[in-house]
């Protein structure tokens, strides 16, 4: 099993430019997240979803979106890229909700906007 | 207010010693659930431990303990006879409200530990 996977690991992008990171799991978990983190900070939700279909604002939405058409995938876009989106990204997925269901991560992706 | 505080920013500890890296929370709810992560240099977040609110125990596992203190909302993470491996971010995280379909974790700052041979 893989995991948790990230496309890319690595982006650089000029201010506007848009992107989007794909999150795979193949761990048939129904709960996927995004978080970013920056320095000093620790990591902070910006949207999760609970199941195919499904998506909810965490923490720290605004200038991202995403979508789970698929149960193994979530994506997350930035539409418009600013400099303060400059972050390291990562998602999570967990079975489902209940004591002790951790979060498993998966290896984050480094974004650096210009 | 923060919810979660890690008021150590960064630790030196020998190699062998105990550690304790400390975790205050902050919460209204009954039920909640708390998490310690560990992250090595290479990125990836590595689950450690889980304390739910209502167990009676401290969660171990392995060289991990999570001395919990519901009165004094803390939630410290101990390690034994510390690794030069145990070098890494440790980050402690709170889930509120365990009821279905709450998955949001809050986390704290983080503690970079370095284990000194």
């Known amino acids: 099993n893989a995991g948790v996977t990230q496309t890319p690991k690595f982006r650089v992008l000029k201010t506007g430019q848009s992107m989007t990171l794909l999150c795979a799991q193949d761990m048939n978990h129904e709960y996927m997240y995004w978080y970013r983190q920056d320095p000093g900070m620790g990591l902070r939700l910006i949207h999760y979803s609970v199941g195919e279909g499904t998506t909810a604002k965490g923490e720290v939405p605004d200038g991202y979106n995403v979508s789970r058409l698929k149960k193994q995938n979530f994506l997350l876009g930035l539409e418009s890229a600013a400099p303060s989106q400059t972050s390291v990204y990562f998602c999570?997925?967990?079975?489902?909700?209940?004591?002790?269901?951790?979060?498993?991560f998966g290896p984050g992706t480094r974004l650096t906007v210009t | 207010a923060q919810k979660i505080t890690q008021t150590q920013p960064g630790m030196f500890v020998q190699e062998k010693e105990a550690v304790t890296l400390d975790c205050t929370y902050d919460t209204s709810d009954q039920s909640y659930g708390l998490f310690w992560y560990k992250q090595p240099s290479s990125g990836e977040m590595i689950f450690l431990i889980y304390q739910g609110s209502y167990d009676e125990q401290n969660a171990t596992e392995g060289r991990y303990s999570l001395n919990f203190q519901k009165a004094r909302k803390s939630a410290n993470l101990v390690i034994s006879a510390s690794q030069l491996g145990d070098s890494a971010m440790y980050f402690c995280a709170m889930r509120e409200a365990e009821i279905f379909g709450n998955e949001k974790l809050t986390f704290g700052t983080g503690t970079r530990l370095t284990i000194i041979p």
């Open positions: 999570a997925s967990s079975y489902r909700s209940g004591r002790g269901y951790e979060q498993y």
